[in-house]
């Protein structure tokens, strides 16, 4: 009788034979596109209120979730189907001081970072998940997402989640508050933070933003702005007028590193922290993404149709050792 390691045998030997000549070389990693809409988290100028995780809820229109018993208070203490952004702390010892690794304390936004070549997207069977080419925003369409959860497992920050009381199969993220800009409203986390730890705008903005911070003395006086930075829209967009919101404060002691300029290929949601960032819950990535790598294994498999001819040479290797012959047959 024909056995696993048979099938194996012989789609393996199907697979040398047809996969012969074809080099798999991965694929350039895709950028932010020029038209990039994103945000600026600066933890130094956090200061935990988390008036931005209730303006996250009111704009998508998500229900409260309780880690208390009294069920008073939404208290979420993690993303998940109905939250989308959260502000979660870091400590140390005596946490005597904000922003500082040891007998510290430090917060850290966790939202979609809007990857320039995001996993999620690669992953998604039926295009559910899809990048705006203009403005970059990840979108999510529930009407195609067949609630497979491929988009889960591929995140690398373990950000889309899925509504496991929904009848038909939901994943909750943050797109930016895209369905508020027809209105000339932006991402509500950003129009309501009291201090501007949360600024949006155009990518390239506030990557200049961000390196004008760090170039800065710590401790130094220096101007922040708040809401949004610059005019920047999606096309047919106009932003409602807002007065200027920026004001005075000391320059933080940062880390010298911009998180999402180059992680992952890059992010259009940037952050900046006076805390490494590992230690912030942001994971170390490499300066490429894991979608062009593994589209290139895919498209090597199945655009060269190795995979499918591996896999019938292998089920007719085990046919053919199944069928025993007729009595009358010649040996
Ligand atoms: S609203 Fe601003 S200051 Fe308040 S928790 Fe959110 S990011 Fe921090
Ligand atoms: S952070 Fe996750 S969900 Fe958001 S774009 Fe990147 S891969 Fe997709
Ligand atoms: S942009 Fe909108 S959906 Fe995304 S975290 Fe901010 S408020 Fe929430």
Known sequence: MATRRDFLK????????????QTAQARETHHVPEGALGLLYDATLCVGCKACVAACKAA????PE???VDHLWDTPLDTSGYTFNIIKMYRNGTMETKDSEINGYAFMKTSCMHCADPSCVSACPVSAMTKDPVTGIVKYDPNKCIGCRYCVAACPFGIPKYQYDSPTGRIGKCELCRHRHKDGHYSACAEV???????FGKTSDLLAEAKRRLSLKPGS?????????????APGV???PEPDQSYEGPVGHYQQHIYGEK?????QVLKLSAVPFEKVGMPKLPPYSSAATSETIQHTLYGG?????AVLAGLTFVAKRNVKPDEGDEQ
């Open 10 to 21: 012989g789609a393996l030997a199907a697979g040398t034979l047809f996969g012969a000549g």
């Open 305 to 309: 149709l190795v995979m499918p001819i």
């Open 66 to 68: 309780f880690s208390t």
């Open 221 to 233: 006086i220096t101007t922040f702005p708040r809401g949004r930075l610059g005019e920047a829209a």
């Open 60 to 63: 998508n229109g998500n229900p």
């Open 238 to 240: 106009t932003w409602l």
């Open 263 to 267: 992680e992952y290929g890059g992010t």
């Open 193 to 199: 933070c009291p201090t501007g730890a949360t600024l």
